[in-house]
């Protein structure tokens, strides 16, 4: 239950007699005559319940009462004063149950209490009960475990259903728990009373929505498995067929027998059910009072409470009757007899002289074979059998239920009452008239035909039959059959809105079907859950059981029953029906709540006014008059059945004492009781909840009734599409789904407030489903006026007409009762306003809203919750009451205005809005004998040239989209024209008006209908004031560069403008950024290639409707460049790879682009040849100084023109074998050279000759002397880099590029300013355009925001807020000096991986990266003046202490470099090629030390020390292990100086200079922490003691490449440390290694 503290403000103070009253009168008596009980306590009722002579009242404050029998108590309590549940108190009870002897209670935390008689296991093992208990006299908690899962988990229940043996509780998540006797429980057992609740499986997966239970059946109300999709939202193909669930009963019972997808195998022997049922409650009778006025003998089932004053049951009068037939069924001991049931012809009073004829129609009547079968003596004494209890008068005829539990009293099949001679004797003279349709009293329908129907219902699956030992006809169990995929039955849409209950719902039955009450066609048990086909798709929303009858309530306000109607409770024909029928009721009368008891039926309905109204079927008595005219016929009528009802009526009976009961929330029935709740209106609030379910109810039913009569028939009318037209037929189509679906959420609507009625005391006003899900009925309400006026501005409507005349024909009639009473319909029915009618709901929902709010504080929150409903309905109503009236002003301006010239501008979603046809407005410098006819539509302004209107002529026309239309009034001037200036994306021109009233007129609409259509409200606006910028789509159709385009996006003035996509017929699309009407930004373009047939792509960036910028273009040959454009060719920096379609050879060039050809430095990578090529480019062709390397360790250096090497160059090959001298192509000398051997023997001549294949030598060869000295001049001749391109000179494309990006046209030629505000716009650029950013790199971004103060002077304060932003814009690839950086590495690797892996190219590598740090240094500085030059000091501030830093060789001084500043941005990420290049030179001088290393390091520590000459007294003598200390020994190893050790070889995983230094420093200071316990005072190292033992540490540290370790510090270290303690100590580390490489001694 919902909170039910929160109620209106005039309800805080508790005033019990305006809600929650109760009355309960009995059903049995005078409908003239009737007495209302009215209970009177002191909190509200919330819920009642009552079963057979009891009842259970739920208060407020979650108090249980009782009254009535309570037969397990040995009291009885009168209605007056109820007796309350004390156990209870403090349970938070929600919701009570009675059953036939038995009470349930179920708490807020879903846990269920039983109470009552216990016999057959109703009331579950309870904690304190056990399975010997007949009785629970106390509420008693019942655990409702699932066992299947692990572990076991308690079910929360959070509904409860009892019936006469058995209870139903319904989990949380809607699976259904049984527990009891008998097949009523649905479960696969043969074991009875199941005392522990059990899951029914055969309802496992199914939501289950409502249970309810009868005397020995049950009902579920599931939600149906169809699938779910709005869009094809239809009725039910029975009812596009006119046929209605009681229009033809023979055709659906036929159908429901032929199909037996709903029928599933029960898998269990009836033999052993019936075996299991007779188990535990043979045991003894059950024990019962007999209070005052009733006989001994007679049952509690006399119906009578103990506030009824007539209380003696008719029945047990007429019993002795049937003592006659009973005495030959059963043998003296009590023990069934095994002869056959014709033993009845033993009676000599037979009214039948032929036994074997009543043997007959007794077959018929039973439908099936009357063989023998088991039969019950009068030995079982259950107090509740049918000879005992006024429950035989529901029963009719010959009962066919096979299933007999052990306390039913008569014998035979006919479990539920004898036969009335009487009866029979009708019977035999209808069967020989012919069962031909016209009477019958037969339990099966009146249209099946005795043998064929018998044989039939023996033939459903999972029936079970049985006779003498066992029929041969029982089925075998087989595999369940899946549900019917055939049915044409849409489904509804689950998704208008959550928490609105389904209309797609099917009714299950099972248990005991003797009266028909399982609604299958027949009178069998079933065993398990079966679906009541008949019911599916008829939009059912309550079910309720009585005793031998049920019912079922739809969404449209119908009620179906089923089962027993001997008493009339069915509200139809007098006989049973064993398939659901249509109740007989009143027109305009629709039912919202039912209740079915135990031979009555109770319904409420929405009378003519707002308060509901009650309706009685079933048994009553005449009044006392009535009584004393009819006392003859009562005695004849005696000799009758002492089951039929003496008087009933065949429809509902108004109660006429409703209207005093005040406003009725819901009915209740039980034995032959019956209870309301009901309320005062207090405030009108009560009155506004009813009027607002009341009218929502009969707005459904009439949206069915719409559907149903008009919409379906005309929707499957086979020539509907020539009728309407093939535009028409769609918009029509279109109408009925929005018709659907607005059906569909009324439908759910007014379901959940008929629920919210029921409970309106607990509710909240806030849950209303109006205020819930308002947007899905703005949304709905909106599709549907949509739909409706496009096929009203149609014309659709006359078509229409005429197609509903044809279909419907003679049953035009039939529309009639659809009009409204507001509508005017004179003759034929109108169907436009018959279609508008539904809008005018709003503005209902918007006044009843209205009417609650006011029952509010204005403060409350209540109040601020309606009022605000409140006016959105009423403006949604407003709104499309307006739509309404554009759309006939449309059609009445295209019926005035027909023909083929106007035609053509008619369309479904158009309105017109005004037009010109008057002259009021025409064109600027317009002809004289020209005709400009003007139209504003809601969409588009059209302008026809040569107009007559009159005539609807006009020979050309233009039409220009409101979307991409700007109007802008022009200021009167001297001419006295009243202009008004309209701009288009192709064209701009001047309307000129005859009035100043005209011009503000054509003004004002135009400005609405562009504010309009732009998604305004189009009301109020301002002239002139409609949207300059904004987001529409246009189609270009002039010349130019957007030729045929299709353009969605921004658009500024006329102009395209912002983010938007451009696509081309051919197939040309751009998405991006525009401005001014051109591609400007970034965009991404896909161009076709018609020569390859496929396509060109570029990402990147634009300018003035060109390439232009940074980007990636993917050719269709398969080439990838990325890098710089201008004006659309390549321009500046970039790399092309090439690609596999066009070329048989794979290569990449990254460099400088000139008007998109290579033109200055670049590398081009031949991955096919093997092949570098690092040098000058001209024109697409190598030519300027240049070095090539290949894969084979060729190194040449030397001169190219026009794609050659010609000129003076210098060859070198992996020997060392070195060439000098003159080439005249690739790799071919021809020319004067000097030739240098590995082993120094030199040839100098004239050489020719291709390099790979030999030479031609005419020369001179020198062999030098052992003792001559080294020739300088030849030795220049073979110095690597003399024709090397300078460092400084390679790369400036790159760093052009990024003085571009900071706004530069040169390296330093710009203004700072203009350099931060690019950045900042590119970095919010980034954020803006780019959604998937990681955490980590939004917080980069949002860092780098912060810019530090560049213009002061840098000092010590602030150098390190310079140095954190650096790091943090190198990090970001977004910002200019980020992509700087992944550029040069990029170049970087580009050149020195792979091929370029070559020793020589060692010396060019270390100078490139000393050309990046200028270059680097330089921009660095354009950003923060402040900075000193390289090699200068910081100063301190002013007032701080000065700081030290381990870059600076002074106490307090910071000195500025370009190499300590950037070099650990940049070497981190070019360490890998560079350190390669650094161990390919030092390759043979490592082996020698790597050599030395492996040698010397098997010597002990001590051997190692003395070998070194390290003073004893540096030796270590104690060693530390894991904190202990151990003695160091001769044979000891690795265990001196451990920490020094460790700490040098750290010294391989740094990668800069400075930090490689700070990792030797470490060294000595741990070295010197270890030596100074072993020496005594102040201690100061020489060089003599220092290099031995720091030689020890090197060697023991085993460093692999120290010597490229070493070349890298050497050639990189910042100058300013050289001459330091730093330098002192690297010059250490070097004569170590040079020491260990070359020193004889070791």
Same mark, same amino acid.
């Given at each position: ?230 869009? =094809? ?6 009812? &596009? ?79 002795? &009757?049937?003592?006659?037939?009973? $005495? ?28 074997? &004829? ?20 009068? +030995? ?152 009541? *086909? ?7 929303? #309550? ?40 109740? #007989? ?85 039980? /034995? ?41 028939? !005309? ?9 309407? +037209? ?28 008929? @629920? ?146 106007? &035609? ?119 002239? /002139? ?18 030729? $045929? ?36 930004? @970034? ?6 290639? #018609? ?23 993917? @050719? ?23 690609? *596999? ?17 290579? =033109? ?17 480019? !001209? ?41 000098? +001298? ?49 020739? *300088? ?169 000065? #700081? ?51 040698? !010397?390091? *098997? ?9 070194? /000459? ?78 031995? !033992? ?53």
């Amino acid at each position: 239950m919902e909170n039910r503290e929160e109620r209106p403000a005039y309800e805080q103070v508790p005033t019990p007699p305006e809600r929650g009253l109760l009355h309960i009168w009995q059903s049995a008596g005078p409908i003239e005559e009737l007495s209302l009980g009215r209970v009177l306590l002191s909190r509200p009722v919330l819920q009642v319940t009552l079963g057979e002579h009891h009842g259970l009242l739920l208060t407020q404050g979650s108090q249980v009462y009782s009254f009535g029998e309570l037969l397990w108590r040995d009291l009885s309590i009168p209605l007056s004063a109820p007796v309350l549940e004390e156990s209870l108190l403090g349970k938070s009870v929600v919701r009570v149950a009675a059953g036939g002897f038995h009470c349930g209670a179920l708490s807020e935390q879903g846990n269920v209490y039983m109470w009552g008689e216990n016999t057959a296991g109703q009331c579950g093992l309870t904690e304190k009960g056990t399975v010997t208990n007949i009785t629970v006299s106390e509420p008693c908690l019942v655990s409702v475990v699932d066992s299947e899962v692990v572990p076991p988990a308690v079910v929360r229940v959070m509904d409860l259903a009892c019936g006469r043996e058995h209870s139903l509780a319904l989990s949380s998540q809607n699976e259904l728990w049984a527990w009891g006797s008998g097949c009523q429980l649905g479960l696969v057992t043969n074991n009875f009373p199941v005392w522990r609740p059990q899951k029914v499986e055969h309802l496992a997966g199914r939501h289950v929505i409502q249970v309810a239970c009868g005397a020995y059946h049950s009902l579920a109300l599931v939600r149906s498995l169809l699938p779910q999709n709005n869009n =094809t939202l239809r009725p039910p193909e029975k009812k &596009e067929r006119g046929q209605s669930p009681h229009s033809s009963v023979t055709e659906r019972e036929e159908s429901l027998t032929a199909d037996d997808a709903h029928y599933c195998p029960l898998g269990v022997e009836l033999s052993e059910v019936l075996i299991g049922e007779t188990t535990p409650r043979r045991r003894g009778p059950r024990r019962r009072l007999h209070p005052v006025g009733r006989s001994a003998g007679s049952s509690p089932g006399s119906g009578s409470f103990p506030y009824s004053g007539d209380g003696k049951s008719s029945t047990a009068q007429k019993l002795p &009757e049937l003592d006659g037939h009973a $005495d030959h069924l059963t043998q003296t001991d009590g023990r069934p007899v095994s002869h056959p049931l014709p033993c009845w012809g033993a009676n000599k009073n037979s009214a039948f002289p032929d036994e074997m &004829e009543l043997q007959n129609i007794l077959q018929k009547l039973s439908g099936h074979s009357l063989e023998t079968q088991p039969i019950n003596g009068p +030995g079982d004494t259950d107090s509740l059998s049918s000879h005992t209890s006024d429950d035989s008068c529901v029963s009719s005829t010959p009962s066919t239920d096979l299933l007999i539990s052990s306390n039913s009293g008569v014998s035979g099949p006919y479990s539920s009452s004898p036969v009335c001679l009487e009866e029979v004797r009708l019977c035999l003279e209808a069967e020989k008239k012919g069962l031909q349709g016209q009477k019958s009293s037969s339990l099966t329908n009146i249209h099946q035909k005795g043998k064929t129907a018998g044989n039939r219902r023996c033939s459903l699956p999972g029936t079970p039959t049985h006779g003498r030992n066992g029929s041969p006809r029982r089925r075998r169990p087989c595999p369940c059959k899946p549900s019917s995929a055939s049915r044409t039955q849409a489904a509804a849409s689950e998704d208008a809105g959550d928490g609105l209950p389904s209309l797609e719902t099917e009714v299950w039955s099972w248990g005991r079907g003797s009266e028909g009450q399982l609604g299958h066609g027949d009178q069998l048990a079933r065993l398990q859950p079966l679906c009541i *086909k008949s019911l599916t798709g008829e939009e059912v929303i #309550k079910v309720s059981a009585g005793s031998h009858h049920s019912l079922a309530l739809s969404a449209q306000c119908t009620v179906y029953s089923w089962g027993s109607n001997m008493c009339g409770q069915l509200g139809h024909v007098n006989s049973p029906v064993t398939v659901p029928q249509q109740a #007989k009721l009143s027109d305009g009368l629709r039912i919202w709540d039912v209740s079915a008891g135990q031979s009555h039926s109770l319904l409420l309905a929405d009378g003519d006014c707002v308060q509901p109204i009650l309706l009685y079927c079933g048994q009553h008595q005449e009044s006392l008059s009535a009584r004393r005219e009819t006392s003859h016929q009562s005695q004849r009528s005696c000799q009758r059945s002492p089951s039929r009802a003496e008087i009933y009526s065949v429809r509902p009976t108004l109660l006429p004492l409703c209207m005093e009961m005040g406003y009725i929330s819901s009915v209740s029935c039980g /034995g032959q009781s019956c209870a309301v709740l009901a309320d005062q209106n207090v405030m009108g609030f009560i009155s506004a909840i009813h009027e607002l379910a009341s009218r929502e109810r009969h707005f459904y039913c009439w949206l069915s009734n719409t559907r149903k009569l008009l919409l379906t028939p !005309l929707r499957n009318r086979e020539g509907a599409c020539p009728t309407l +037209g093939e535009p028409c037929t769609h918009l029509f189509f279109s109408l009925c789904e929005s018709f659907v679906r607005l059906s569909i959420l009324i439908g759910r609507h007014a379901t959940s407030l008929s @629920y919210f009625l029921h409970d309106v005391q607990g509710a909240d006003v806030k849950s209303l489903p109006l205020l819930t899900h308002t947007d899905d009925f703005l949304v709905i309400y909106k599709e549907y006026c949509f739909a409706l006026g496009n096929f009203h501005v149609m014309g659709g409507f006359q078509s229409l007409h005429k197609l509903s005349l044809e279909v419907l024909g003679s049953q035009q009639s039939l529309l009639a009762r659809l009009c409204v009473p507001d509508q005017s319909v004179s003759g034929d029915t109108d169907l436009v306003s018959l279609l508008y009618w539904p809008l005018q709901q709003l503005h209902q929902y918007s006044r009843v809203l209205l009417k609650l709010g006011s029952c509010y504080d204005v403060l409350t929150e209540e109040y601020q919750c309606l009022h605000q409903g409140c006016r959105h309905y009423e403006s949604l109503s407003l709104s499309l009451l307006r739509r309404k009236k554009e759309a006939e002003t449309t059609f009445l301006f295209w019926k005035s205005h027909s023909g083929k010239n106007t &035609e053509v501008l008619r369309l479904p979603q158009r309105r017109v809005v005004c037009e010109s046809s008057n002259r009021s407005l025409t064109l600027q410098k317009a002809g004289r004998f020209s005709n400009h006819w003007f139209i504003l539509f809601n969409d588009a302004l059209v302008h026809t040239q040569n107009a007559i209107p009159s005539q609807n002529f006009f020979s050309t026309h233009h039409v220009y989209p409101l979307t991409c239309l700007w109007v802008k009034p022009v200021t009167e001037d001297t001419r006295g024209l009243y202009a008004i200036k309209i701009t288009c994306p192709e064209e701009s021109f001047t309307l000129v008006a005859s009035t100043p009233q005209e011009k503000n007129k054509w003004l004002r609409s135009l400005n609405q209908a562009v504010d309009q259509v732009l998604g305004g409200g189009g009301q109020g606006s301002s002239p /002139g004031v409609t949207a300059i910028s904004r987001t529409a789509t246009y189609t270009f159709t002039g010349e130019g560069s957007f030729k $045929d385009a299709h353009y969605t996006g921004g658009w500024l003035a006329g102009r395209v403008h912002g983010r938007g996509t451009m696509k081309w017929p051919d197939g040309q699309t751009y998405t991006g950024n525009f401005k001014n009407g051109l591609e400007d930004g @970034y965009g991404e373009s896909v161009m076709p290639n #018609k020569v390859l047939n496929k396509p060109d792509g570029y990402q990147g960036q634009w300018r003035d409707g060109k390439i232009q910028g940074f980007g990636k273009y993917k @050719y269709a040959s398969g080439q990838v460049y990325e890098g710089c454009f201008y004006e659309g060719q390549r321009q500046g920096y970039g790399m092309l790879s090439s690609g *596999k379609q066009a070329r048989t050879s794979s290569s990449v060039f990254i460099g400088q682009w000139v008007q998109d050809r290579k =033109t200055g430095y670049g590398v081009y990578d031949d991955i096919t040849r093997g092949e570098k090529y690092m040098g000058m480019w !001209l024109d697409d062709q190598r030519n300027g100084q240049a070095v090539v390397v290949t894969q084979y360790g060729m190194y040449y250096e030397g001169t190219f023109k026009e794609n050659k090497m010609i000129g003076p160059g210098l060859l070198v090959s992996d020997d060392d074998t070195a060439f000098h +001298g003159e080439f005249a192509d690739d790799w071919t000398v021809n020319g004067k050279g000097v030739l240098s051997l590995a082993n120094g023997d030199c040839l100098e001549g004239l050489f020719s000759g291709e390099w790979s294949t030999g030479l031609k030598v005419v020369g001179t060869y020198t062999k030098p002397a052992a003792d001559e000295p080294d020739n *300088k001049e030849r030795n220049s001749l073979f110095r690597l880099g003399q024709y090397l391109v300078p460092s400084a000179q390679r790369w400036g494309c790159v760093f052009t590029e990024c003085w571009s990006r900071l706004g530069c046209a040169a390296a330093g030629r710009g203004e700072r300013t203009i350099a931060w505000e690019n950045i900042a716009v590119t970095i919010t650029t980034a954020q803006r355009h780019s959604p998937n950013l990681s955490r980590s790199q939004s917080k980069a971004l949002e860092s780098l925001e912060f810019i530090p103060q560049q213009g002061e002077a840098v000092t010590t304060a602030n150098f390190d807020n310079i140095r954190r932003y650096l790091i943090k814009a190198c990090e970001t690839p977004i910002h200019p000096l980020g992509w700087l950086v992944e550029t040069l590495i990029t170049v970087y690797r580009m050149t020195y991986v792979g091929v370029g892996s070559n020793r020589r190219l060692l010396r060019q590598a270390v100078q490139e990266v000393q050309a990046y740090l200028t270059h680097f240094f330089s921009l660095v500085r354009f950003l923060f003046p402040g900075l000193p030059d390289d090699g200068c000091i910081i100063p301190d501030p002013p007032a701080s202490p000065s #700081k030290s830093r381990h870059n600076s060789n002074t106490e307090g001084v910071v000195v500025v470099s370009c190499s300590s500043l950037l070099l650990p941005l940049l070497l981190p990420r070019l360490y890998p090629p560079l350190f390669t290049l650094y161990s390919l030179q030092e390759e043979p001088e490592e082996a020698q030390y790597w050599e030395r290393i492996i040698r !010397l390091n *098997k010597q002990p520590d001590q051997s190692l020390l003395s070998f070194l /000459g390290v003073q004893e007294k540096f030796w270590p003598v104690w060693m530390s292990i894991l904190g202990e200390k151990k003695q160091i020994v001769s044979s000891s190893k690795d265990a001196c100086f451990v920490s020094a050790v460790e700490t040098l070889q750290q010294i391989s995983t740094t990668f800069t200079p400075s930090d490689k230094l700070l990792v030797i420093q470490k060294t000595f200071e741990e070295l010197t922490q270890e030596v100074k316990p072993m020496l005594e005072g102040n201690f100061l190292w020489c060089m003599d003691d220092l290099l031995p !033992l720091f030689l020890y540490v090197v060697l023991r540290a085993r460093i692999r490449n120290l010597g490229a370790e070493v070349s890298l510090i050497e050639d990189l270290m910042d100058p300013n440390v050289q001459h330091g303690e730093m330098g002192l100590m690297f010059t250490t580390l070097k004569a170590c290694y040079i020491q260990i490489q070359h020193e004889s001694t070791l």
